[in-house]
């Protein structure tokens, strides 16, 4: 079992019992889950995450007031509770810092995106990194009887508004085209390996990105990028194999029109690389044509870019350039 699921096993037969002794006429106001940092709250960990930052663990959320009042006694509580099962491989908190784990729902959600309820207007949402944002609807909300918590991971949940949406899809497009379509194979050319596979690892990120935002789905942080993506159910299980192609020595074949952008010969292997770049690209083109965001017939995402870009309503945000998304 995953930390995850040993959390929350732990919380039913161990954790919820004991609230009920030591709490009860309180213990029906607090909520209970596993939510946030580290690879345990997205369900990737495995034997290699248990070296550090692993094991059970459990949030409490108080409301305002019952922090307050009971905030030190429930601290106690869990202290307690843990030293009396030296048997559990419980995680340590040095990954959160001064993140607590008995908190309220205000609190949880000020320490992670800065805003107690969540960000409301399209400058908020501009401010909190998408990162921060994918830790608040991971992991699992066990218990939450006043549905305060989980009125905020709704919200959360219920994405980007639109036009911002369409905005870092417009941004992503473009700078996927820069790197994979343009700049790769112009770093390619002038045996400039280093920069060759920065950019082909930045239009990687970029396609993962338009991925995520093709989905409705927050980005996690780039360590976990790609695997979350894989569950994605829009695009990843096309675009997952094609991204493993670009650092493999499979051949792939492809007509591939390179135009005035091959001056000087490539590696057959960084030609098949083009290709698969062009295969990639392809595919969000016709993804992107299927939401109904572009009409283009191109493969190139800069035209897809600027044609998402067009149908963005907010006039302040339609302004800023791309670059800044």
Not at 74 to 95: C, D, G, I
Request: net charge negative; proline share 4%.
């Amino acid at each position: 079992m995953n930390a995850l699921d040993l959390s929350e096993r732990f919380f039913f037969e161990m954790a919820l019992p004991s609230l009920q002794r030591e709490f009860p006429l309180e213990w029906q106001r607090m909520g209970a889950g596993l939510v946030g940092n580290g690879s345990d709250c997205f369900g990737f960990d495995d034997e290699i995450s248990r070296d550090h930052d692993w094991g059970v663990e459990l949030f409490v959320w108080l409301s305002e007031r019952d922090y307050e009042s009971l905030g030190d006694d429930v601290r106690a509580w869990k202290r307690e509770l843990w030293t009396h099962h030296p048997e559990v491989a419980f995680r340590e908190v040095s990954s959160y810092g001064t993140h607590e784990t008995i908190t309220t729902p205000d609190r949880f959600y000020q320490h992670l995106v800065g805003f107690p309820h969540g960000p409301s207007s399209v400058l908020e949402w501009r401010r909190v990194p998408e990162e921060s944002l994918a830790l608040c609807v991971n992991g699992r909300v066990f218990s939450d009887p006043l549905g305060e918590f989980s009125l905020t991971r709704q919200h959360l949940l219920e994405y980007y508004p639109e036009d911002l949406r369409r905005k870092k899809i417009a941004a992503r497009c473009l700078a996927a085209a820069q790197t994979g379509q343009y700049n790769f194979l112009r770093c390619a050319q002038r045996g400039d390996t280093v920069a060759k596979e920065l950019t082909l690892s930045r239009f990687a990120q970029d396609v993962i990105h338009l991925v995520f935002l093709l989905n409705r789905r927050y980005m996690p942080y780039y360590k976990w990028s790609y695997r979350a993506m894989c569950d994605l159910e829009v695009l990843s299980t096309d675009v997952a194999p094609e991204l493993e192609r670009l650092w493999s020595d499979e051949v792939v074949e492809g007509e591939l029109d390179l135009g005035t952008r091959l001056v000087f010969e490539v590696s057959s292997r960084d030609r098949c690389r083009a290709v698969v770049v062009e295969r990639i690209c392809s595919l969000i083109a016709c993804e992107l044509r299927r939401q109904g965001l572009s009409g283009s017939s191109s493969s190139f995402l800069v035209e897809h870019g600027e044609a998402v870009q067009a149908t963005i309503n907010d006039p302040d945000l339609a302004r800023i350039p791309t670059q800044y998304e």
